[in-house]
């Protein structure tokens, strides 16, 4: 079966660690998103790549790393930078453009990472 | 700048009421796509619509129903003889041009569907 998935389902972390999360596709995607969810909010992006070895950042990249080193992975690092890492982390994968028009992005089933 | 707006924080209907979620929009740009999306209490977001901004038409899909308005910058979701698995949270989200950009969403509506 094609999909996203996402590990560890939960996450916890002392002060002053780094974490890194997980985030594998085997649909041939092209792009891919890390996206962080807080209570009562929507969903905000912190990096996203559209393809190999490139990747940008989005609203709230400060304290976050990543890499795109395969097609199918997209780990995202969450360094003691980040001052407030409790959150619910959502990757995304999309075919990208085909013929012009938009794809859809696919979630994986999130990550919920907690400071400890 | 792009930006959604979903103004019903909480919404609770009883079973078989219809019910209608609202989603307002601003973008600048004259080709964009606009997304439904379901986060049931599992966590995993659930693509639901996607609409371009060429598509005014409306859609239906089973108990589900989309009106999609320009001229007041509106994409809004109707469920009709709601049932308790569509107690979830629902979130419209934005994106400007074709290709990956990345998707502007809206803070989320939890709808509760009570038996």
């Known amino acids: 079966d094609g999909g996203i998935t996402q590990s560890p389902k939960y996450l916890f972390r002392k002060e002053g660690q780094n974490v890194t999360l997980s985030c594998e596709q085997n649909?041939?995607?092209?792009?891919m998103y890390w996206y962080r969810q807080d209570p009562g909010q929507g969903l905000r992006l912190i990096y996203y790549?559209?393809?190999?070895?490139?990747?940008q950042k989005g609203d709230i990249a400060e304290g976050y790393s990543v890499s795109r080193e395969k097609k199918e992975s997209f780990p995202l690092t969450v360094t003691s930078a980040q001052k407030n890492p409790t959150a619910f982390y959502l990757c995304?994968?999309?075919?990208?453009?085909?013929?012009?028009?938009?794809?859809?992005?696919?979630f994986g089933p999130g990550t919920r990472l907690t400071v400890l | 700048a792009q930006k959604v707006t979903q103004a019903q924080t909480e919404i609770s209907v009883v079973e078989k009421e219809d019910v209608t979620l609202d989603c307002v929009y601003e973008t600048r740009d004259t080709t964009y796509y606009l997304f439904w999306y379901k986060q049931p209490p599992s966590g995993e977001l659930v693509f639901l619509i996607r609409?371009?901004?060429?598509?005014?038409q409306n859609e239906i899909s089973g108990r589900y129903s989309w009106n999609f308005q320009k001229s007041t910058s509106s994409f809004n979701f109707t469920i009709t003889a709601s049932q308790v698995v569509d107690s979830a949270v629902y979130f419209c989200a934005l994106s400007e041009g074709p290709g990956n950009t990345p998707l502007v969403f809206g803070k989320g509506t939890r709808l509760s569907v009570i038996a």
């Open positions: 790549s559209q393809i190999v070895n490139d990747f």
């Open positions: 649909l041939n995607h092209d792009a």
């Open positions: 995304a994968s999309t075919r990208g453009a085909v013929g012009g028009r938009y794809n859809e992005q696919f």
């Open positions: 609409r371009n901004s060429f598509d005014e």
